[in-house]
């Protein structure tokens, strides 16, 4: 498997006569067949989100929507973490999200907890997939602890959440869906905060740099995070750790034809 895909790889980055805007590597995914990538490293049951609790993301068409944004500048997003063999993306994509509007709004950067979300949203499967909208009605319902106090594990365990030492357990007081399928409302969005999304992750398995536009199918199956945007491209945070991508980061073609990711982006909301 090791070699086939090298073989592809090479052969990929070789091409002078593609118009390439992106290159490929080979990772810790390389010597995994299939099913073992997608069994252990994505995870995404977002497709099949029951959403009539979630409220729709509304935007001011009037309002100066920035030319290009990148959270990470303004100090809203954590460093990059690593799911590890855990489908457990749906628990970084929520998460990542969260820790950016919490910084846009309290000015403290605080790593929330995916463990407490893997052991403890029982209408997802831990590492064996989940749904972010049941991650966010959890959150709203019973809150999420601090890393810290719930390290990851990548693995599920026995729900224990506790009272945590550095911070009360946070509730968010809604969550809401960006659109869906409308790239104005996702643009409008990420220019406020992170939003959680959700992809076709076959294309990008060895993605390594450059803007992808290598198309992606419209089923779904890995959630990750937009935060910020360029002129063409959506800036991305993943959770399979800096060996991937751009240090843990990829641009990805702002076309929905391409690659769609407007399905069900969602945002978690404060309640201050």
Request: hydrophobic share 35%.
């Given at each position: 498997?090791?070699?086939?895909?090298?073989?592809?790889?090479?052969a990929?980055?070789?091409?002078?006569?593609?118009?390439?805007?992106?290159?490929?590597?080979?990772?810790?995914?390389?010597?995994?067949?299939?099913?073992?990538?997608?069994?252990?490293?994505?995870?995404?049951?977002?497709?099949?989100?029951?959403?009539?609790?979630?409220?729709?993301?509304?935007?001011?068409k009037?309002?100066?929507i920035?030319?290009?944004?990148?959270?990470r500048?303004?100090?809203?997003?954590?460093?990059?973490?690593?799911?590890?063999?855990?489908?457990?993306?749906?628990?970084?994509?929520?998460v990542?999200?969260?820790?950016?509007?919490?910084?846009?709004?309290?000015g403290?950067?605080?790593?929330?907890?995916?463990?407490?979300?893997?052991?403890?949203?029982?209408?997802?499967?831990?590492?064996?997939?989940?749904?972010?909208?049941?991650?966010?009605?959890?959150?709203?319902?019973?809150?999420?602890?601090?890393?810290?106090?719930?390290?990851?594990?990548?693995?599920?365990?026995?729900?224990?959440?506790?009272?945590?030492?550095?911070?009360?357990?946070?509730?968010?007081?809604?969550?809401?869906?960006v659109g869906?399928?409308?790239?104005?409302?996702?643009?409008?969005?990420?220019?406020?905060?992170?939003?959680s999304?959700?992809?076709?992750?076959?294309?990008?398995?060895?993605?390594?740099?450059?803007?992808?536009?290598?198309?992606?199918?419209?089923?779904?199956n890995?959630?990750?995070?937009?935060?910020?945007?360029?002129?063409?491209?959506?800036?991305?945070?993943?959770?399979?750790?800096?060996?991937w991508?751009?240090?843990?980061?990829?641009?990805?073609?702002?076309d929905?034809?391409?690659?769609?990711?407007?399905?069900?982006?969602?945002?978690?909301?404060?309640?201050?």
């Amino acid at each position: 498997m090791f070699e086939k895909h090298a073989k592809y790889i090479d052969a990929f980055n070789s091409d002078s006569s593609s118009n390439r805007t992106y290159t490929l590597a080979l990772n810790a995914f390389s010597d995994l067949t299939d099913e073992e990538f997608f069994g252990l490293y994505t995870g995404s049951n977002t497709q099949f989100d029951s959403l009539t609790n979630a409220s729709i993301f509304t935007y001011n068409k009037t309002v100066n929507i920035a030319p290009s944004v990148d959270w990470r500048t303004q100090g809203a997003v954590t460093p990059i973490k690593n799911q590890r063999g855990c489908g457990s993306c749906w628990a970084f994509a929520t998460v990542a999200a969260l820790e950016g509007i919490y910084k846009i709004k309290t000015g403290m950067l605080v790593p929330f907890s995916e463990q407490n979300l893997i052991d403890c949203v029982q209408k997802n499967h831990g590492c064996s997939g989940g749904s972010m909208a049941n991650t966010y009605e959890y959150m709203k319902s019973t809150g999420i602890t601090v890393e810290i106090d719930y390290p990851y594990e990548a693995k599920q365990g026995q729900c224990r959440v506790k009272r945590p030492v550095a911070i009360p357990i946070l509730t968010i007081k809604d969550h809401k869906v960006v659109g869906p399928r409308d790239v104005n409302a996702l643009l409008a969005a990420v220019n406020q905060q992170p939003v959680s999304v959700n992809i076709d992750s076959t294309g990008i398995r060895h993605y390594s740099s450059g803007v992808y536009d290598g198309g992606c199918s419209s089923k779904t199956n890995h959630d990750l995070t937009v935060i910020g945007y360029g002129p063409n491209y959506w800036l991305i945070k993943n959770s399979w750790g800096e060996s991937w991508g751009e240090k843990g980061y990829m641009k990805l073609l702002r076309d929905e034809k391409s690659c769609p990711i407007t399905t069900v982006p969602q945002i978690p909301i404060l309640s201050f």
